[in-house]
């Protein structure tokens, strides 16, 4: 039986039809924070470096799949899908709440199910073994799933060898990106990246690391470091206590910060840590990151000597199974992005969210579903350089 006609009726999912207590809440407080800094943000728990543990999260259910495409029972009939997010306050499980959402409002054959996992490691495993349809994720994650690699070599996640997926993620809608840069507090002696030698650096909570690990591990600093793994809600009195020198910190399009990050942003003492022109550069050869600019002089609220510091981009998108049929998605896809304007007043952070940066912002590196280039392709929105799965 087809995964779209299970019930999927595990811990921590929840169906477009609980989006009033789950979905509205979170689209309350927002996609980038967590609760308590309104204007829009969650807790961020996705904030660019999910991964987990690299577990596949158990056994769920069913295997989710009849073999075929993903579709039993026909192409007409209502279909129930499971979208894997990083957790209840993340990003993208307020983002997918949203979706779930819009596809209700406007009567989609679709009924969209938003479950809650530990990172974006474990959405893409979940898929890959056929019992989610679609993962919230890093799309460097997604796409080193899909061609069966490492995201960047001896990092924290790999998909070689035994650890290769059954069914492939591909793309089909990439909504925003997170920057990731660092900050520290004044006394602690610490200026660049070089100067977390033998210091014991915040890389987030577990579940939600990914990134910073990776990050540091390109830039051959994660040997050199000891690595803290701190909740989100816990690092500002970390960093006071001294438990950590410097930590992550990330915003969502270079502009808009998390929740979590509001009493930091209101501290004096904040300093921001840069990447030297070297660690940037063996980012972007990594090809996991892309250097861009941080607004930092807009995010904090104390005058700081830079307006701008260079950070890492890191796209996040949702991700299909390749074996779901190309009318369903087609018709998920002409769905929200013919309403793509409600997308946008989800909150700040996709407040740019169009059409057109829907098929901007797809990768030449990774296949799309046929569905959405279908979509794409009607709209004349297509690009030659984008490959179909």
């Known amino acids: 039986m087809s995964s779209e006609n299970n019930q999927h009726d595990g811990s921590g999912s ?33 904030d660019g470096s999910d991964g987990g543990d690299g577990s596949d999260g158990g056994d769920g259910g069913t295997d989710g799949s009849d073999g075929g495409d993903g579709e039993s029972g026909g192409e007409t009939g209502d279909v129930r899908w499971r979208a894997g997010t990083p957790g209840e306050g993340s990003s993208t499980f307020a983002i997918a709440n949203g979706l779930s959402r819009i596809l209700d409002e406007q009567e989609s054959s679709i009924d969209l199910e938003v479950a809650s996992y530990s990172g974006s ?18 799309l460097p994650l997604a796409a080193a799933a899909n061609r069966d690699e490492e995201p960047v070599p001896d990092g924290p996640a790999d998909f070689t060898g035994d650890n290769a997926l059954e069914y492939k993620p591909v793309q089909a809608l990439n909504f925003l990106d997170f920057r990731m840069y660092w900050i520290t507090l004044e006394g602690n002696d610490i200026e660049t990246v070089d100067d977390f030698e033998g210091r014991d650096i915040g890389v987030f909570q577990r579940g939600a690391a990914f990134n910073n690990l990776t990050l540091l591990s390109v830039t051959d600093m994660l040997d050199k470091v000891n690595e803290q793994y701190v909740e989100f809600n816990e690092i500002a009195s970390a960093l006071d206590t001294g438990r950590i ?32 022109d070297e660690q940037l550069d063996q980012i972007g050869d990594s090809g996991y990151a892309t250097p861009a600019p941080v607004q ?23 991700f299909p199974r390749e074996n779901l049929s190309e009318e369903r998605v087609y018709q ?22 169009t059409t057109q940066y829907a098929a901007e912002s ?19 929105l297509w690009n030659d350089n984008l490959t179909e799965a």
């Not at 490691?121 to 890093?138: F, H, K, P, T």
């Not at 998920?332 to 997308?343: C, G, S």
């Not at 797809?362 to 004349?380: C, I, Q």
């Open 14 to 46: 929840y169906s477009r039809r609980s989006y009033l207590r789950y979905g509205a809440g979170g689209l309350a407080v927002g996609l980038a924070g967590c609760a308590g800094n309104g204007g829009g943000n969650s807790d961020g728990s996705d």
């Open 121 to 138: 490691n474990e959405a893409i495993r979940l898929v890959g073994r056929g019992e989610d349809e679609m993962a919230g994720s890093a």
């Open 245 to 276: 020198d410097a930590t992550g910190f990330y915003a969502g399009q270079g502009t808009v910060p998390a929740g979590w990050q509001t009493q930091l942003i209101n501290d004096d003492r904040v300093q921001i840590v840069t990447w030297s």
């Open 296 to 318: 930092v002089n807009d995010i904090f609220e104390k005058d700081l000597p830079m307006e701008t510091v260079m950070g890492n981009a890191i796209p996040y998108g949702f």
């Open 332 to 353: 998920f896809t002409k769905t929200l992005l013919d309403n793509a304007d409600q997308i946008a007043e989800f909150s700040a952070e996709v407040e740019h969210f």
């Open 362 to 380: 797809l990768s030449p590196g990774m296949p799309v579903h046929s569905g959405v280039a279908r979509y794409l392709k009607e709209e004349d």
